[in-house]
Structures are given as structure tokens and as C-alpha cells.
């Protein structure tokens, strides 16, 4: 498979996963076989725009269009949460911008849709959130 590639900082195992499952047939498997530790400062947890960039580029290389769904839904609690700031600071044009961004990110998207349908998604989503939080409680950004 060519093994992980070292110059990606956030998704060298998205791409790993990506170059086996375009070599090797892939099954759902229904049961968790495996877990992840989530800190506060994990890479994944204080990434932000560059880590869901990173993302879409490597999705990109085998053929995707934009960003998975759950990313999708990622971007847009980020681009909420920088309209938010933008309204606050009253910047209303750059906070329609991203409203209208994250909206978009959604709406555009049926598998985003399905996967906001799902109750696995929102726990994964409330818990990304605290972590985030407290990552920037302790210097980490995010």
C-alpha cells in the first residue's frame, strides 16, 4: 500500500484506510471493534480548519468531492461558531458568509443528512465539543 504517508499531519490513517479500501474489497461490520482515546489536546480535537483541509484534500486524491459527512458536519459547527463571533463583533456580512457556508455544508449533502439522523452522531458530536472546549481551556486552540 505504500505505508502511511508521513507528510500528512492530521489523516495519515484516513489515507491508509483509503489506499487499502481501493485495493482490497471493504464490509461494514455492524459492532465496535475498536475504540479512540479523545483529549482535549488530540490533533483531531484542536485541528480545526487546517486538519478538515487536510481531510478534503486527501479525500480528494482517491476520487471524493468535498468533504465525508460527518466532516461535513464538523465545518459546519465551525463556520456556526465563527458566525457567532462575527455577529457578536458585528461583522454581519462576514457572519452571513459563514452561516450561509455551514448551512450549504448540510443542506447539499443526503449522507450528511442521514448522519445527522443517527443518535451515534450527535453523542460523537456533543462529546467532540466538550473535548474542543476544554482543549482551548488549557492553551491547546481548536
Known sequence: MGGADESLHYCMDYDLFLKMAS?????YVPKVLANYKWFGENKTAIGGWDRL???QRTAAAFGAHGL?????IEAALLDLRIAITETR??????AA???????TRVLTSPRTW???ASPAC???MWTGQI????????????
Not at 23 to 27: G, S
Not at 89 to 94: P, T, V
Not at 97 to 103: E, S, W
Not at 131 to 142: C, Q, S, V
Open 97 to 103: 458568509r459563514h452561516l450561509f457556508n455551514g448551512t
Open 53 to 55: 483541509n487536510e481531510i
Open 131 to 142: 473535548l474542543r472546549r476544554a482543549g482551548r481551556a488549557m492553551g491547546n486552540g481548536g
Open 68 to 72: 465525508p459527512a460527518y466532516t461535513r
Open 122 to 124: 450527535w453523542k460523537v
Open 23 to 27: 485495493k482490497f474489497k471493504v464490509a
Open 89 to 94: 463583533q458585528a461583522h454581519l456580512g462576514k
Open 114 to 116: 442521514k448522519s445527522l
